[in-house]
């Protein structure tokens, strides 16, 4: 017992059990995440200060939206619809085994191909939502790769949210297409990690 | 120091260290994710108020990213972390405390006892955030002292630095504290208990 705990035991007037449900208690009370925007403020601030090397930008700019349509547009080309498989990023390495979720296939062909892909991509963040919390052992690889597909997630949901920009269905359905690729492997690298945690 | 901390559970390759301290905003991005929420938590825990306590997550992130090619590696970066929030924290409340010119030793009696008496402390078994909000009724300095003894595992001689106090403060706080918290606990342990012998079917 150390000194602290002896003089605690005299002097603070609680009994052993007593000091136990204390701390078993503070340390069972619930952690709060900081909102999202608390993230962008420290990269603004910290840019501006030259701590950190300029990221990529997360707000695509005019290119993006013909660099992704065009890229979209190879995927549709050399994978047919409907047999999209994601290529793995990083999801083939070694010790990564894991079966994901059960996915939805939505094969209605009274239901256009667009709709399709918006259920499914519904069906995807539902997934990732019932997954367990990001665990506390960080590995860096997959980590960034984590992080890459959000970003590029946020880079298409930017394009099909803009107003300004206009698309055709067919170029929408490149883009949900794309962003269903991506969802999938977000949920399999998630799962993964959620797998390897647990065990 | 008893490491009960949940910063001590979060484990980060010496790899995301090394760009970070290059600067690299992808390896800073992967530190705040992992330690963003304990950060929040505490800064929360002991501001009480989730924009004082967002500023200080800020600016702990900020100090981090300033400071870590000086991190050497000797502690585990997740109490180092601990100790930049937490220090960023106490010079919160001491600057708040500075500004109704109040002295540290008096702040802590005076500027909530007021509150502690017309809320008081729950004492209802039900009430979930029982322990939460008898702990948010505690006067700063004192829950400051319960959650860095009592959680993070802080000495009072560690507590005491951190203060710019004595050790003698640290511990006359604690105990003040738990004269406070002991009637809920003992409605806590009665409600367990209760509990205990249910669920064995007595």
């Given at each position: 017992m150390s000194r602290d705990e002896k003089d605690e035991d005299m002097i603070y007037g609680l009994t052993v059990d007593e000091r136990d449900a204390l701390r078993t208690g503070l340390l069972g009370l619930p952690e709060t995440m900081p909102p999202r925007a608390v993230w962008h403020r420290i990269r603004e601030q910290a840019e501006a200060e030259g701590l950190i090397s300029h990221p990529r930008s997360r707000r695509p700019s005019t290119w993006y939206m013909g660099g992704g349509l065009a890229a979209a547009a190879m995927l549709v080309i050399v994978i047919l619809p409907g047999r999209v498989e994601t290529p793995g990023v990083g999801t083939d390495a070694p010790g990564f085994a894991s079966v994901p979720p059960p996915v939805v296939e939505i094969y209605q062909p009274e239901v256009n191909a667009l709709q399709a892909l918006m259920v499914e991509s519904r069906q995807l963040?539902?997934?990732?939502?019932?997954?367990?919390?990001?665990?506390?052992?960080v590995r860096a690889g997959t980590q960034?790769?984590?992080?890459?597909?959000?970003?590029?997630?946020?880079?298409?949901?930017?394009?099909l949210s803009d107003p300004t920009v206009q698309m055709t269905q067919g170029e929408q359905e490149i883009f949900w297409r794309e962003?269903?690729?991506?969802?999938?492997?977000?949920?399999r690298l998630r799962y993964a990690q959620a797998q390897r945690t647990a065990f | 120091?008893?490491?009960?901390?949940k910063f001590a559970?979060?484990?980060?390759?010496?790899?995301?260290?090394?760009r970070a301290a290059r600067g690299d905003a992808r390896a800073h991005e992967i530190l705040y994710r992992a330690f963003a929420t304990p950060v929040y938590s505490l800064c929360l825990r002991f501001t009480r108020v989730p924009a004082n306590a967002e500023d200080l997550v800020q600016e702990?992130?900020?100090e981090i990213m300033r400071s870590i090619g000086n991190f050497r590696g000797e502690?585990?970066?997740?109490?180092?972390?601990?100790r930049i929030a937490v220090t960023k924290s106490l010079m919160f409340l001491r600057s708040a405390w500075t500004a109704r010119s109040q002295t540290l030793a008096e702040g802590f009696d005076d500027m909530t006892a007021g509150d502690n008496l017309s809320h008081g402390i729950s004492r209802h078994p039900d009430d979930a955030m029982d322990l939460d909000a008898a702990l948010a009724n505690l006067p700063d300095v004192s829950r400051t002292v319960v959650w860095l003894h009592d959680v993070e595992g802080y000495t009072h001689k560690e507590i005491a630095a951190f203060m710019g106090k004595t050790e003698s403060f640290s511990k006359s706080q604690l105990s003040r504290a738990y004269q406070r918290l002991k009637p809920m606990l003992a409605v806590t342990q009665e409600s367990l208990g209760a509990d205990g012998a249910a669920a064995q079917g007595y």
């Amino acid at each position: 017992m150390s000194r602290d705990e002896k003089d605690e035991d005299m002097i603070y007037g609680l009994t052993v059990d007593e000091r136990d449900a204390l701390r078993t208690g503070l340390l069972g009370l619930p952690e709060t995440m900081p909102p999202r925007a608390v993230w962008h403020r420290i990269r603004e601030q910290a840019e501006a200060e030259g701590l950190i090397s300029h990221p990529r930008s997360r707000r695509p700019s005019t290119w993006y939206m013909g660099g992704g349509l065009a890229a979209a547009a190879m995927l549709v080309i050399v994978i047919l619809p409907g047999r999209v498989e994601t290529p793995g990023v990083g999801t083939d390495a070694p010790g990564f085994a894991s079966v994901p979720p059960p996915v939805v296939e939505i094969y209605q062909p009274e239901v256009n191909a667009l709709q399709a892909l918006m259920v499914e991509s519904r069906q995807l963040e539902t997934d990732l939502r019932s997954l367990p919390s990001e665990p506390r052992v960080v590995r860096a690889g997959t980590q960034a790769t984590i992080i890459e597909l959000e970003d590029r997630i946020a880079a298409i949901d930017y394009q099909l949210s803009d107003p300004t920009v206009q698309m055709t269905q067919g170029e929408q359905e490149i883009f949900w297409r794309e962003r269903v690729r991506l969802m999938k492997s977000l949920v399999r690298l998630r799962y993964a990690q959620a797998q390897r945690t647990a065990f | 120091m008893r490491d009960m901390s949940k910063f001590a559970d979060i484990q980060i390759d010496k790899a995301i260290i090394k760009r970070a301290a290059r600067g690299d905003a992808r390896a800073h991005e992967i530190l705040y994710r992992a330690f963003a929420t304990p950060v929040y938590s505490l800064c929360l825990r002991f501001t009480r108020v989730p924009a004082n306590a967002e500023d200080l997550v800020q600016e702990t992130f900020i100090e981090i990213m300033r400071s870590i090619g000086n991190f050497r590696g000797e502690a585990a970066v997740g109490s180092w972390i601990r100790r930049i929030a937490v220090t960023k924290s106490l010079m919160f409340l001491r600057s708040a405390w500075t500004a109704r010119s109040q002295t540290l030793a008096e702040g802590f009696d005076d500027m909530t006892a007021g509150d502690n008496l017309s809320h008081g402390i729950s004492r209802h078994p039900d009430d979930a955030m029982d322990l939460d909000a008898a702990l948010a009724n505690l006067p700063d300095v004192s829950r400051t002292v319960v959650w860095l003894h009592d959680v993070e595992g802080y000495t009072h001689k560690e507590i005491a630095a951190f203060m710019g106090k004595t050790e003698s403060f640290s511990k006359s706080q604690l105990s003040r504290a738990y004269q406070r918290l002991k009637p809920m606990l003992a409605v806590t342990q009665e409600s367990l208990g209760a509990d205990g012998a249910a669920a064995q079917g007595y």
